[in-house]
């Protein structure tokens, strides 16, 4: 199983503040790499998939980058609705794995 | 709009079994992949299975397999999780999910909660 680390596991920012948060896979696993946001009590939302692409309807303000091992997920300016958790998942093998989350909190 | 809408959780003893549902609608359900993922209290997701769009393929999590049976109905655009000898462990949030070509998750249903516990 490939495993997915995700750092750090909860970050403290303030609206306005450029935010990044890092995924490290345990294998390569090329761009086979997805970012989801979850908020409390709902189900997860695809922001980015294929490690760079823009899911569609999802704020411009959230990228991606990073190949092979390293990921990295990007918000450039934090707004007070991206203050949630945020998961990375490969999905170049099975078993599909995750990320053990980051949560994004308010400072 | 694309919507998946679970059912079926419930509270079950240790040992027993539980069907749970996945209904699709707006759009062509026969043309994806689909999953189910599942969320402890408190812990991050978890993948359980998929299913091929035909549905003549199934592939499971070690933590599932032997125990879980993914298997839909393309003409009435369903998918279920029927699971057995459910321990503790299984105390989830279970999520049914749509794979993306690249086996990202791009619609996902509310959620259904399965309690275990005597």
């Known amino acids: 199983d490939i495993r997915m680390t995700q750092s750090p596991s909860s970050l403290s920012a303030s609206v306005g503040d450029r935010v990044t948060i890092t995924c490290r896979a345990g294998q390569t696993i090329g761009s086979f790499l997805n970012w989801y946001q979850q908020k409390p009590g709902k189900a997860p939302k695809l922001l980015i998939y294929a490690a760079s692409s823009l899911q569609g309807g999802v704020s411009s303000r959230f990228s991606g980058s990073g190949s092979e091992t390293d990921f990295t997920l990007t918000i450039s300016s934090l707004q007070p609705e991206d203050y949630a958790t945020y998961y990375c998942q490969q999905s170049y093998s099975t078993p599909l794995t995750f990320g053990g989350g980051t949560k994004v909190e308010i400072k | 709009q694309e919507q998946l809408v679970e059912s079926g959780g419930a509270l079950v003893k240790p040992g027993g079994s539980l069907r749970l549902s996945c209904a699709a609608s707006?759009?062509?359900?026969?043309?994806?992949?689909m999953s189910w993922i599942r969320q402890a209290p408190g812990k991050g997701l978890e993948w359980l299975s998929y299913?091929?769009?035909?549905?003549?393929?199934?592939l499971y999590a070690d933590s599932v397999q032997g125990r879980f049976t993914m298997s839909r109905d393309n003409a009435k655009n369903s998918l279920s999780l029927e699971m057995n000898s459910l321990r503790g462990d299984d105390t989830a949030i279970y999520y049914c999910a749509r794979n993306r070509v690249n086996d990202a998750f791009d619609v996902w249903g509310q959620g259904t909660r399965v309690t275990v516990s005597s």
């Open positions: 299913v091929s769009s035909d549905g003549h393929t199934t």
């Open positions: 707006g759009f062509t359900f026969s043309d994806f992949y």
